[in-house]
């Protein structure tokens, strides 16, 4: 009588934690959005501080690190499920923005392509019955709604004040903003 090895058991018992492919490319690609998220974020914090905007090249740079613990939750959870990460490679984001405004304006157009692929992501796990990987997402459903509202408030600032003084004030306010790792889900 030959037996399967132990994992071949594991991944043919009914309700075994097995992504489906189908599931598993999506939570890779979306790996990689997150990255390349970070990576975005990244180079509008280094060009504010190039316009000596050091409050929003810190805000950017708190967004950054925001969208690789995003990333990291993605990696996790693949491989809590059993599946393999696969990186691939990321591509290089712009440099230059016309202000500031321009900068986070863009921001909350990446925001809403980010919104848009995380409700893909939960339609594809209901497609799927895949309920466990429509749990984990719903914690990305509901941080989406805080992203791209902290940026229309950063926005709204910018465009009360222009390019006059009160720049100055918003970009001094924008700095306070830190990063603070989400506790554990319970």
């Not at 009914?14 to 690609?29: D, Q, V, W």
């Not at 925001?66 to 712009?94: C, W």
């Not at 405004?101 to 863009?106: H, T």
């Not at 004030?169 to 603070?180: A, N, P, S």
Request: aromatic share 10%.
């Amino acid at each position: 009588m030959h037996l399967k090895p132990e994992s071949e058991k594991l991944n043919t018992l009914p309700g075994a934690i097995m992504l489906k492919k189908s599931m598993l490319k999506a939570l890779n690609e979306q790996i990689n959005a997150e990255i390349y998220s970070s990576y975005l974020y990244l180079s509008m914090s280094a060009y504010c501080q190039s316009k000596d905007l050091v409050g929003a090249a810190s805000w950017f740079r708190v967004q950054a690190q925001e969208e690789l613990f995003h990333a990291s939750k993605f990696f996790d959870y693949i491989q809590d499920r059993d599946g393999l990460v696969t990186l691939t490679e990321i591509a290089g984001p712009p440099t230059t923005w016309k202000s500031a405004l321009a900068a986070f304006e863009q921001a909350l157009e990446h925001e809403q392509l980010v919104t848009a692929r995380i409700n893909k992501l939960v339609d594809l796990a209901l497609k799927e019955s895949d309920h466990t990987t429509n749990t984990f997402v719903q914690w990305f459903v509901n941080e989406q709604i805080e992203e791209e509202a902290s940026v229309r408030q950063v926005i709204g600032q910018l465009r009360l004040v222009g390019d006059g003084s009160g720049m100055y004030l918003v970009d001094r306010e924008l700095g306070t903003r830190t990063f603070t790792m989400p506790a554990p889900a319970a």
